[in-house]
């Protein structure tokens, strides 16, 4: 049973900043990607920002210059560091991990439940 689970919403001022992490757990044989994603309701989840086993990233456009993703692959950690933050950023974060559970299955996405932030003009 793989978990996903998320932590560092809450409530900040526009301007500010905020963390969110991402630890997965349980049988993991190999993490390929791990990202955030965000939907408000009535939308479609939309990605945030990724980030590969090999270090590489990717970015919404609304959030370059501002997010940074990062990761510890020894804790299976991924980390979006939010600076200068903005009420249109008010949304549920959720990560997502793609990752093999042992050798014999193919890659698969899975998701945690999600972690509010809102930010306040």
């Known amino acids: 049973q793989v978990q996903l689970m998320e932590s560092g919403g809450g409530f900040m001022q526009a301007g500010g900043s905020l963390r969110l992490s991402c630890a997965a757990s349980g049988s993991i044989f190999s993490i390929s990607a791990m990202g955030w994603y965000r939907q408000a309701p009535g939308k479609q989840r939309e990605l945030v920002a990724r980030?590969?086993?090999?270090?590489?990233?990717n970015y919404a456009d609304s959030v370059k210059g501002r997010f940074t993703i990062s990761r510890d692959n020894a804790k299976n950690t991924v980390y979006l560091q939010m600076n200068d933050l903005k009420p249109e950023d008010t949304d549920v974060y959720y990560c997502?991990?793609?990752?093999?559970?042992?050798?014999?299955?193919?890659?698969?996405?899975?998701w945690g439940q999600g972690t509010k932030v809102t930010v306040s003009s």
């Open positions: 997502n991990g793609q990752l093999r559970v042992s050798v014999w299955q193919a890659q698969r996405n899975y």
């Open positions: 980030i590969t086993s090999g270090d590489s990233t």
